[in-house]
């Protein structure tokens, strides 16, 4: 949720269960316009917000000229005062997917060590992986903007310069249009490029760059759009349970939220 439009976002998706207290929402407003001016951001957003045992991250998102690449994720406990996330590498995403298991403390010192399966401590002390809390949630962060993050189909443009950037000329989808799943796009780069002749000819290359929802595997990942009060458009991701995209149709509002305890639905595709 752009942090200039924070306030008016968060009472169309209010209806959804996700609520902010009135002190929350205040300090959000003011930290993200100070955090947006002391890094020189671009833009900044209200990602979501992960619930701990202890205690819930707040979480801020900047970026840059370029919307998809340039990202830097930070967190917060009081929505005041801003930390600044690691970039989520290949290594660490390794270590964070053998070691964390459990749910998020709040603590960002805590550590998290891999199960060993051997009967020897000293095996164990040797093989095993330790990560710190804060290396899981930025790795979490990195995961569901890969996997389900998502825009509706025209709102994001790439330029002459292979810059991807907001578009300013999105009026929103039209209400038909926001009932299907292939009018919804991954804010991530695509990972099923176009293959045929046929299929690059028909789409525009400067709007159709990311995956299309409707081919996600496993086959019922989203919910289909479901239309709120207000004719505010809701679309929720079934393997990040928590991920949220809001629209509103005919308007160039729309925002995807995340509020959850940072689990991934492993089991989905034995459900489906």
């Given at each position: 949720?752009?942090?200039?439009?924070?306030?008016?976002?968060?009472?169309?998706?209010?209806?959804?269960?996700?609520?902010?207290?009135?002190?929350q929402?205040?300090?959000?407003?003011?930290?993200?316009?100070?955090?947006?001016?002391?890094?020189?951001?671009?833009?900044?957003?209200?990602?979501?917000?992960?619930?701990?045992?202890?205690?819930?991250?707040?979480?801020?998102?900047?970026?840059?000229?370029?919307?998809?690449?340039?990202?830097?994720?930070?967190?917060?406990?009081?929505c005041?005062?801003?930390?600044?996330?690691?970039?989520?590498?290949?290594?660490?995403?390794?270590?964070?997917?053998?070691?964390?298991?459990?749910?998020?403390?709040?603590?960002?010192?805590?550590?998290?060590?891999?199960?060993?399966?051997?009967?020897?401590?000293?095996?164990?002390?040797?093989?095993q992986?330790?990560?710190?809390?804060?290396?899981?949630?930025a790795?979490?962060?990195?995961?569901?903007?890969?996997?389900?993050?998502?825009?509706?189909?025209?709102?994001?443009?790439?330029?002459?310069?292979?810059?991807?950037?907001?578009?300013?000329?999105?009026?929103?989808?039209?209400?038909?249009?926001?009932?299907?799943?292939?009018?919804?796009?991954?804010?991530?780069?695509?990972?099923?490029p176009?293959?045929?002749?046929?299929?690059?000819?028909?789409?525009?290359?400067?709007?159709?760059f990311?995956?299309?929802?409707?081919?996600?595997?496993?086959?019922?990942?989203w919910?289909?759009?479901?239309?709120?009060?207000?004719?505010?458009?809701?679309?929720?991701?079934?393997?990040?349970?928590?991920?949220?995209?809001?629209?509103?149709?005919m308007?160039?509002?729309?925002?995807?939220?995340?509020?959850?305890?940072?689990?991934?639905?492993?089991?989905?595709?034995?459900?489906?």
């Amino acid at each position: 949720m752009d942090s200039s439009m924070l306030s008016d976002s968060l009472e169309l998706v209010a209806g959804s269960g996700i609520i902010l207290s009135v002190e929350q929402r205040a300090a959000l407003q003011t930290s993200l316009v100070l955090l947006k001016k002391n890094y020189k951001f671009h833009r900044v957003l209200f990602w979501g917000k992960i619930l701990g045992i202890k205690r819930d991250y707040f979480i801020a998102q900047g970026r840059g000229e370029n919307e998809m690449q340039d990202k830097k994720n930070l967190y917060c406990f009081n929505c005041m005062d801003w930390f600044l996330l690691p970039l989520a590498t290949d290594s660490m995403i390794e270590e964070v997917t053998k070691a964390a298991k459990s749910r998020f403390i709040g603590d960002p010192s805590a550590m998290e060590n891999e199960p060993c399966n051997s009967s020897s401590e000293s095996d164990c002390s040797w093989f095993q992986t330790t990560v710190t809390e804060e290396s899981r949630l930025a790795v979490m962060i990195h995961q569901i903007d890969e996997e389900v993050s998502v825009v509706p189909r025209g709102a994001i443009v790439r330029n002459p310069l292979d810059l991807i950037q907001i578009n300013r000329s999105f009026g929103g989808l039209s209400y038909s249009e926001a009932r299907r799943l292939d009018n919804f796009l991954h804010f991530s780069k695509a990972k099923n490029p176009k293959k045929t002749v046929l299929e690059v000819g028909v789409v525009n290359q400067t709007i159709d760059f990311p995956d299309v929802l409707m081919d996600d595997i496993p086959k019922g990942s989203w919910s289909l759009p479901l239309e709120c009060a207000s004719n505010v458009w809701v679309l929720r991701s079934q393997l990040w349970p928590g991920l949220t995209l809001f629209h509103v149709p005919m308007a160039p509002q729309y925002r995807y939220v995340y509020i959850g305890d940072g689990k991934k639905d492993l089991d989905l595709p034995f459900m489906l």
